[in-house]
Protein backbone atom coordinates (compact mmCIF):
# COMPACT_ATOMS: atom_id res chain seq x y z
CA UNK A 1 0.00 0.00 0.00
CA UNK A 2 0.89 3.20 -1.19
CA UNK A 3 0.29 6.67 0.40
CA UNK A 4 1.42 10.12 -0.20
CA UNK A 5 0.52 12.46 2.65
CA UNK A 6 -0.69 15.79 1.41
CA UNK A 7 2.34 17.61 2.75
CA UNK A 8 4.18 15.16 0.88
CA UNK A 9 1.89 15.43 -2.02
CA UNK A 10 2.19 19.21 -1.86
CA UNK A 11 5.90 19.00 -1.95
CA UNK A 12 6.47 16.42 -4.28
CA UNK A 13 3.86 17.61 -6.90
CA UNK A 14 6.03 20.47 -7.43
CA UNK A 15 9.58 18.39 -7.88
CA UNK A 16 7.36 16.01 -10.01
CA UNK A 17 6.37 18.61 -12.38
CA UNK A 18 10.00 19.78 -12.37
CA UNK A 19 11.53 16.92 -12.64
CA UNK A 20 9.27 15.30 -15.12
CA UNK A 21 7.34 17.94 -17.17
CA UNK A 22 10.32 20.19 -17.30
CA UNK A 23 13.26 17.84 -17.72
CA UNK A 24 13.65 17.47 -21.65
CA UNK A 25 16.61 15.43 -20.89
CA UNK A 26 14.59 12.47 -19.61
CA UNK A 27 14.40 10.09 -22.88
CA UNK A 28 11.45 7.31 -23.05
CA UNK A 29 13.22 3.77 -22.13
CA UNK A 30 13.25 1.51 -24.91
CA UNK A 31 12.12 -2.51 -24.18
CA UNK A 32 15.43 -3.74 -23.77
CA UNK A 33 16.41 -0.30 -21.51
CA UNK A 34 13.55 -1.61 -19.58
CA UNK A 35 14.97 -5.26 -19.42
CA UNK A 36 11.74 -6.97 -20.82
CA UNK A 37 12.75 -10.41 -20.98
CA UNK A 38 11.01 -11.75 -23.96
CA UNK A 39 7.78 -14.15 -22.08
CA UNK A 40 7.27 -11.99 -19.76
CA UNK A 41 3.24 -12.48 -19.45
CA UNK A 42 0.66 -13.40 -19.81
CA UNK A 43 -1.20 -10.65 -16.80
CA UNK A 44 -4.31 -9.17 -17.36
CA UNK A 45 -5.13 -6.56 -15.49
CA UNK A 46 -8.90 -4.89 -15.16
CA UNK A 47 -10.97 -2.55 -12.80
CA UNK A 48 -12.40 -4.49 -9.88
CA UNK A 49 -15.43 -5.19 -11.91
CA UNK A 50 -13.78 -7.08 -13.99
CA UNK A 51 -12.97 -10.03 -12.29
CA UNK A 52 -14.44 -12.81 -14.75
CA UNK A 53 -13.35 -10.75 -17.70
CA UNK A 54 -9.34 -11.22 -16.58
CA UNK A 55 -10.00 -14.83 -16.18
CA UNK A 56 -11.80 -14.61 -19.42
CA UNK A 57 -9.01 -12.99 -21.38
CA UNK A 58 -6.51 -15.22 -19.33
CA UNK A 59 -7.57 -18.44 -20.56
CA UNK A 60 -8.28 -16.92 -24.59
CA UNK A 61 -4.45 -15.80 -23.81
CA UNK A 62 -3.32 -18.97 -23.37
CA UNK A 63 -5.31 -20.35 -25.92
CA UNK A 64 -3.45 -18.31 -28.32
CA UNK A 65 -6.03 -15.57 -28.67
CA UNK A 66 -4.44 -11.67 -29.79
CA UNK A 67 -4.54 -10.46 -26.44
CA UNK A 68 -7.13 -7.64 -28.41
CA UNK A 69 -9.54 -10.01 -28.96
CA UNK A 70 -8.99 -11.74 -24.60
CA UNK A 71 -9.54 -8.53 -23.12
CA UNK A 72 -12.68 -7.35 -25.47
CA UNK A 73 -14.02 -11.01 -24.22
CA UNK A 74 -13.65 -10.28 -21.12
CA UNK A 75 -15.20 -7.13 -21.21
CA UNK A 76 -18.28 -8.06 -22.81
CA UNK A 77 -19.27 -9.98 -20.13
CA UNK A 78 -19.46 -7.14 -17.94
CA UNK A 79 -21.19 -5.18 -21.51
CA UNK A 80 -23.69 -7.79 -21.20
CA UNK A 81 -24.47 -8.27 -18.01
CA UNK A 82 -27.55 -6.22 -16.88
CA UNK A 83 -26.46 -6.36 -13.07
CA UNK A 84 -23.39 -3.94 -13.66
CA UNK A 85 -24.97 -0.88 -13.87
CA UNK A 86 -22.04 1.32 -15.07
CA UNK A 87 -21.85 -1.02 -18.74
CA UNK A 88 -23.28 -1.76 -21.93
CA UNK A 89 -26.66 -3.15 -21.42
CA UNK A 90 -28.23 -2.36 -18.22
CA UNK A 91 -26.26 0.58 -17.58
CA UNK A 92 -27.69 3.50 -15.78
CA UNK A 93 -29.23 6.21 -18.78
CA UNK A 94 -28.70 9.95 -19.76
CA UNK A 95 -30.93 12.43 -18.28
CA UNK A 96 -33.72 11.16 -20.66
CA UNK A 97 -33.61 7.78 -20.00
CA UNK A 98 -31.61 6.90 -22.92
CA UNK A 99 -27.98 4.79 -22.49
CA UNK A 100 -25.76 5.90 -24.90
CA UNK A 101 -22.31 3.83 -24.28
CA UNK A 102 -18.94 4.88 -24.83
CA UNK A 103 -15.60 2.42 -25.48
CA UNK A 104 -12.39 1.91 -27.33
CA UNK A 105 -9.77 -0.70 -28.03
CA UNK A 106 -6.44 -0.24 -28.57
CA UNK A 107 -3.54 -3.04 -30.01
CA UNK A 108 0.02 -2.82 -29.22
CA UNK A 109 1.27 -4.39 -32.42
CA UNK A 110 -0.24 -2.40 -34.69
CA UNK A 111 -0.09 0.84 -32.96
CA UNK A 112 -3.88 0.70 -33.64
CA UNK A 113 -6.90 1.84 -32.12
CA UNK A 114 -10.44 2.57 -32.83
CA UNK A 115 -13.56 3.81 -30.44
CA UNK A 116 -17.20 5.07 -30.00
CA UNK A 117 -19.01 7.19 -28.30
CA UNK A 118 -22.47 8.16 -27.45
CA UNK A 119 -23.61 4.84 -29.10
CA UNK A 120 -27.40 4.16 -28.53
CA UNK A 121 -29.40 0.30 -28.41
CA UNK A 122 -25.97 -2.15 -29.09
CA UNK A 123 -25.02 -4.25 -26.15
CA UNK A 124 -21.13 -4.55 -26.59
CA UNK A 125 -19.83 -0.91 -27.73
CA UNK A 126 -16.62 -2.67 -27.37
CA UNK A 127 -16.66 -5.21 -29.71
CA UNK A 128 -17.77 -1.73 -32.95
CA UNK A 129 -15.00 0.12 -31.65
CA UNK A 130 -12.76 -3.14 -32.82
CA UNK A 131 -14.24 -2.60 -36.18
CA UNK A 132 -13.98 1.12 -36.32
CA UNK A 133 -10.37 -0.03 -35.85
CA UNK A 134 -10.19 -2.99 -38.32
CA UNK A 135 -12.66 -1.74 -41.15
CA UNK A 136 -12.31 2.28 -41.39
CA UNK A 137 -9.62 4.64 -41.80
CA UNK A 138 -11.04 6.76 -38.70
CA UNK A 139 -10.43 6.02 -35.24
CA UNK A 140 -13.73 7.30 -33.49
CA UNK A 141 -17.01 7.37 -34.58
CA UNK A 142 -19.94 8.88 -33.00
CA UNK A 143 -23.63 8.96 -32.26
CA UNK A 144 -26.07 7.98 -35.15
CA UNK A 145 -23.09 7.35 -37.56
CA UNK A 146 -21.31 5.18 -35.14
CA UNK A 147 -24.94 3.14 -35.40
CA UNK A 148 -25.32 3.37 -38.59
CA UNK A 149 -22.05 1.65 -38.62
CA UNK A 150 -22.69 -0.79 -36.23
CA UNK A 151 -25.76 -1.66 -38.12
CA UNK A 152 -23.88 -2.02 -41.35
CA UNK A 153 -21.65 -4.65 -39.65
CA UNK A 154 -25.05 -6.93 -38.72
CA UNK A 155 -25.44 -5.74 -34.83
CA UNK A 156 -28.86 -5.96 -33.97
CA UNK A 157 -30.46 -2.94 -32.30
CA UNK A 158 -32.13 -4.09 -28.85
CA UNK A 159 -33.34 -1.66 -25.97
CA UNK A 160 -30.53 -1.30 -23.56
CA UNK A 161 -32.62 0.04 -20.12
CA UNK A 162 -33.25 -2.36 -17.97
CA UNK A 163 -36.33 -2.32 -15.63
CA UNK A 164 -34.19 -1.44 -12.90
CA UNK A 165 -31.86 0.97 -14.41
CA UNK A 166 -35.32 2.60 -15.38
CA UNK A 167 -36.86 2.71 -12.02
CA UNK A 168 -33.92 4.41 -11.02
CA UNK A 169 -33.55 6.58 -13.02
CA UNK A 170 -37.55 7.75 -12.68
CA UNK A 171 -36.36 8.35 -9.23
CA UNK A 172 -34.09 10.46 -10.02
CA UNK A 173 -35.71 12.33 -11.79
CA UNK A 174 -38.63 12.43 -9.94
CA UNK A 175 -36.55 13.88 -6.94
CA UNK A 176 -34.74 16.07 -8.83
CA UNK A 177 -36.35 19.45 -8.25
CA UNK A 178 -39.49 20.43 -5.93
CA UNK A 179 -40.49 22.84 -8.89
CA UNK A 180 -41.15 20.51 -11.51
CA UNK A 181 -44.56 18.15 -12.38
CA UNK A 182 -42.84 15.17 -11.08
CA UNK A 183 -43.93 14.00 -7.76
CA UNK A 184 -41.51 12.00 -5.95
CA UNK A 185 -42.69 8.38 -5.02
CA UNK A 186 -44.85 7.67 -1.91
CA UNK A 187 -43.05 4.64 -1.44
CA UNK A 188 -39.38 5.49 -1.63
CA UNK A 189 -38.18 1.88 -1.68
CA UNK A 190 -35.19 3.05 -4.04
CA UNK A 191 -33.85 5.29 -1.75
CA UNK A 192 -30.99 3.55 -0.65
CA UNK A 193 -30.60 1.52 -3.49
CA UNK A 194 -29.93 4.72 -5.59
CA UNK A 195 -27.43 6.14 -3.62
CA UNK A 196 -24.57 4.42 -5.31
CA UNK A 197 -25.73 5.17 -8.90
CA UNK A 198 -25.95 9.09 -8.33
CA UNK A 199 -23.53 10.88 -10.72
CA UNK A 200 -21.77 7.39 -10.90
CA UNK A 201 -19.22 6.92 -13.62
CA UNK A 202 -19.02 3.26 -13.60
CA UNK A 203 -16.82 1.71 -16.46
CA UNK A 204 -14.84 -1.70 -16.84
CA UNK A 205 -11.02 -1.59 -18.32
CA UNK A 206 -9.06 -4.32 -18.93
CA UNK A 207 -5.65 -4.32 -20.13
CA UNK A 208 -3.45 -7.73 -20.85
CA UNK A 209 0.36 -8.79 -22.05
CA UNK A 210 0.71 -12.07 -24.10
CA UNK A 211 3.93 -14.12 -23.40
CA UNK A 212 5.15 -12.82 -26.65
CA UNK A 213 5.08 -9.55 -24.94
CA UNK A 214 2.40 -8.05 -27.06
CA UNK A 215 0.09 -5.31 -25.40
CA UNK A 216 -3.40 -4.43 -25.57
CA UNK A 217 -6.44 -3.36 -24.39
CA UNK A 218 -9.83 -1.72 -23.96
CA UNK A 219 -12.13 0.53 -21.89
CA UNK A 220 -16.41 0.80 -22.24
CA UNK A 221 -19.03 2.64 -20.21
CA UNK A 222 -22.07 3.72 -20.44
CA UNK A 223 -20.38 6.80 -18.95
CA UNK A 224 -21.50 9.69 -16.38
CA UNK A 225 -25.12 8.48 -14.81
CA UNK A 226 -27.85 10.63 -16.12
CA UNK A 227 -25.46 12.79 -18.06
CA UNK A 228 -26.52 15.84 -20.91
CA UNK A 229 -27.62 13.76 -24.07
CA UNK A 230 -24.23 13.22 -25.75
CA UNK A 231 -21.97 13.76 -22.62
CA UNK A 232 -18.55 12.18 -23.55
CA UNK A 233 -16.22 10.50 -21.15
CA UNK A 234 -12.77 9.56 -20.90
CA UNK A 235 -13.70 6.12 -22.06
CA UNK A 236 -13.32 6.21 -25.91
CA UNK A 237 -10.32 9.29 -26.06
CA UNK A 238 -7.74 7.61 -26.69
CA UNK A 239 -5.11 8.96 -24.59
CA UNK A 240 -7.53 9.67 -21.70
CA UNK A 241 -9.73 6.60 -20.84
CA UNK A 242 -6.50 4.18 -22.74
CA UNK A 243 -3.24 3.45 -24.20
CA UNK A 244 -0.91 1.40 -25.14
CA UNK A 245 2.36 1.55 -26.98
CA UNK A 246 3.58 -1.55 -26.90
CA UNK A 247 7.32 -1.11 -26.50
CA UNK A 248 6.27 0.64 -22.75
CA UNK A 249 2.65 -1.00 -21.49
CA UNK A 250 -0.81 -0.36 -21.61
CA UNK A 251 -3.22 1.73 -19.20
CA UNK A 252 -6.74 2.42 -18.73
CA UNK A 253 -8.96 4.54 -16.51
CA UNK A 254 -12.45 4.44 -14.26
CA UNK A 255 -13.62 7.27 -12.89
CA UNK A 256 -14.02 10.98 -13.31
CA UNK A 257 -13.61 11.39 -17.53
CA UNK A 258 -13.51 15.05 -17.80
CA UNK A 259 -10.66 15.21 -14.94
CA UNK A 260 -8.69 12.35 -17.21
CA UNK A 261 -9.63 13.49 -20.52
CA UNK A 262 -7.84 17.06 -19.63
CA UNK A 263 -4.64 15.70 -18.67
CA UNK A 264 -4.60 12.65 -21.03
CA UNK A 265 -4.45 10.60 -18.08
CA UNK A 266 -3.51 7.19 -19.61
CA UNK A 267 -1.26 8.59 -21.94
CA UNK A 268 0.56 10.60 -18.86
CA UNK A 269 1.09 6.68 -16.97
CA UNK A 270 2.35 5.18 -20.05
CA UNK A 271 5.07 7.58 -20.68
CA UNK A 272 5.46 8.02 -16.76
CA UNK A 273 6.35 3.54 -17.20
CA UNK A 274 8.84 4.74 -20.35
CA UNK A 275 10.68 6.83 -18.42
CA UNK A 276 11.42 4.30 -15.77
CA UNK A 277 8.40 4.30 -12.81
CA UNK A 278 6.72 0.64 -12.01
CA UNK A 279 3.06 0.75 -13.06
CA UNK A 280 2.21 1.58 -9.41
CA UNK A 281 4.45 4.72 -9.18
CA UNK A 282 3.61 5.80 -12.57
CA UNK A 283 -0.19 5.73 -11.69
CA UNK A 284 0.21 7.93 -8.47
CA UNK A 285 2.30 10.12 -10.61
CA UNK A 286 -0.73 10.56 -12.96
CA UNK A 287 -2.89 10.70 -10.00
CA UNK A 288 -1.07 13.54 -8.56
CA UNK A 289 -0.82 15.38 -11.41
CA UNK A 290 -3.98 15.66 -11.98
CA UNK A 291 -4.56 16.52 -8.83
CA UNK A 292 -2.03 19.19 -8.97
CA UNK A 293 -4.52 20.56 -11.72
CA UNK A 294 -7.40 19.88 -10.36
CA UNK A 295 -6.66 22.84 -7.64
CA UNK A 296 -7.31 25.11 -10.74
CA UNK A 297 -10.84 24.46 -10.15
CA UNK A 298 -11.53 25.40 -6.84
CA UNK A 299 -15.15 23.87 -7.31
CA UNK A 300 -13.66 20.83 -7.57
CA UNK A 301 -11.81 20.20 -4.41
CA UNK A 302 -12.25 19.98 -1.05
CA UNK A 303 -10.90 22.74 1.66
CA UNK A 304 -7.84 20.79 1.83
CA UNK A 305 -7.63 21.23 -1.80
CA UNK A 306 -7.95 16.92 -2.42
CA UNK A 307 -9.93 16.46 -5.32
CA UNK A 308 -13.55 16.36 -4.97
CA UNK A 309 -14.07 13.17 -7.51
CA UNK A 310 -12.75 9.43 -7.78
CA UNK A 311 -10.12 8.43 -10.29
CA UNK A 312 -8.61 5.27 -10.60
CA UNK A 313 -5.47 3.83 -13.17
CA UNK A 314 -5.06 0.53 -14.25
CA UNK A 315 -1.18 -0.16 -15.17
CA UNK A 316 0.84 -3.51 -17.28
CA UNK A 317 4.73 -2.83 -18.39
CA UNK A 318 6.41 -4.51 -21.26
CA UNK A 319 8.27 -6.83 -18.35
CA UNK A 320 4.54 -7.91 -17.16
CA UNK A 321 4.34 -5.84 -13.68
CA UNK A 322 1.22 -4.54 -13.14
CA UNK A 323 -0.38 -1.74 -10.27
CA UNK A 324 -3.17 0.41 -9.56
CA UNK A 325 -3.32 3.47 -8.17
CA UNK A 326 -6.61 6.06 -7.42
CA UNK A 327 -7.01 8.73 -5.80
CA UNK A 328 -8.55 8.04 -2.78
CA UNK A 329 -7.94 4.93 -1.06
CA UNK A 330 -10.65 2.00 -0.40
CA UNK A 331 -10.52 0.60 -4.33
CA UNK A 332 -9.90 -2.49 -5.75
CA UNK A 333 -8.68 -3.92 -8.55
CA UNK A 334 -8.91 -7.31 -10.34
CA UNK A 335 -5.73 -8.72 -11.90
CA UNK A 336 -4.95 -12.12 -13.38
CA UNK A 337 -1.02 -12.80 -12.91
CA UNK A 338 -0.73 -16.25 -14.23
CA UNK A 339 -1.64 -18.55 -11.11
CA UNK A 340 -4.66 -17.31 -9.89
CA UNK A 341 -8.07 -13.66 -10.83
CA UNK A 342 -7.58 -12.19 -7.47
CA UNK A 343 -9.24 -8.51 -6.37
CA UNK A 344 -5.83 -6.49 -4.80
CA UNK A 345 -6.43 -2.77 -2.80
CA UNK A 346 -5.26 -0.01 -5.26
CA UNK A 347 -2.29 2.43 -4.19
CA UNK A 348 -3.76 5.61 -3.82
CA UNK A 349 -2.89 9.16 -3.13
CA UNK A 350 -5.56 10.19 -0.77
CA UNK A 351 -6.19 8.88 2.14
CA UNK A 352 -10.41 8.32 2.59
CA UNK A 353 -11.92 10.24 5.98
CA UNK A 354 -14.65 12.05 7.62
CA UNK A 355 -13.89 14.97 6.30
CA UNK A 356 -13.02 13.74 2.83
CA UNK A 357 -16.49 11.44 2.49
CA UNK A 358 -18.86 14.63 3.59
CA UNK A 359 -17.08 16.70 0.97
CA UNK A 360 -16.97 14.73 -2.10
CA UNK A 361 -18.92 14.62 -5.23
CA UNK A 362 -21.43 12.13 -5.29
CA UNK A 363 -19.31 10.37 -8.79
N1 LIG B 1 -14.76 7.20 -16.87
C1 LIG B 1 -16.03 7.12 -17.43
C2 LIG B 1 -16.66 8.40 -17.74
O1 LIG B 1 -16.29 9.44 -17.23
O2 LIG B 1 -17.57 8.39 -18.54
Known amino acids: ?173 ETLSERDNWFPPKMDKLAEELEPYISSYGTVNCIAIDSAGNLAGVTTTSGLAFKIPGRVGDSPIIGAGLYVDNDIGAAGSTGRGEANIITCGSHMVVNFMGLGSSPEEACLKALQKIAEKTRLQPHLVDDEGRPRFGLSFYAINKKGQYGSGSMWSGSTFAVHDGNEKKLKETAYLFKRDKNSRATRLRR
Open 1 to 173: MHRVSRRNFLKTGVSLSAATFLAGGNKILSRSQIGAPAGAGPCVVASNNGLEAVEKAMNMIRSGSDPLDAVIAGVNLVEEDPEDMSVGYGGLPNEEGVVELDASVMHGPTHNAGAVASLRNIKTPSRVAKLVMERTDHALLVGEGALKFALAHGFKEENLLTDKARQIWLRWK
